[in-house]
């Protein structure tokens, strides 16, 4: 697998996003990681938008032509995810299941769009054309 084949596209804005994004650790074996801000416009956000994923709803992880969105993406990275350090061992028990993954993300997605909303910060709306909108 090439270095440069795994992409994590995150709402840069979201404090909570943001950091995850910069606590995640993959295995150097699977490759490196590249942290996407999904509000500045870029090769693989035009792509998410053409595969029709709302990235206000979810995160996206990108490797080689696979892309993995919300629930998915966290259980993809916990299992990629290096085990060194507290918060890559916490992640990778937490999202290693599937179904705990898929359990877990929209409440974690309900308390960050609460957060934005809090926070005055407008949607990202990649998929919708009128424009961003307060949550």
């Not at 440069?4 to 995150?10: M, Q, T």
């Not at 995160?59 to 629930?71: H, N, R, S």
């Not at 993954?101 to 926070?119: A, Q």
């Amino acid at each position: 697998m090439d270095r440069e084949d795994i992409l994590l596209v995150y709402d840069g804005e979201c404090p909570v996003c943001h950091a995850y994004c910069q606590l995640v650790n993959i295995r150097e074996s699977m490759g490196s990681l590249r942290l996407i801000n999904a509000r500045e416009s870029s090769r693989v956000t035009e792509e998410i938008t053409a595969l029709g994923l709302d990235i206000d709803q979810g995160m996206v992880l990108k490797v080689g032509g696979e892309f993995y969105y919300g629930a998915d993406a966290l259980h993809a990275l916990a299992l990629m995810g290096s085990r060194s350090g507290a918060f890559n061992r916490l992640n990778y028990w937490m999202f290693k299941s599937k179904a705990v993954s898929t359990f877990l993300y929209p409440v974690l997605r309900f308390f960050r769009n609460l957060l934005l909303k809090t926070l005055g910060k407008s949607k990202i709306n990649n998929i919708k054309a009128e424009g961003n909108t307060k949550f």
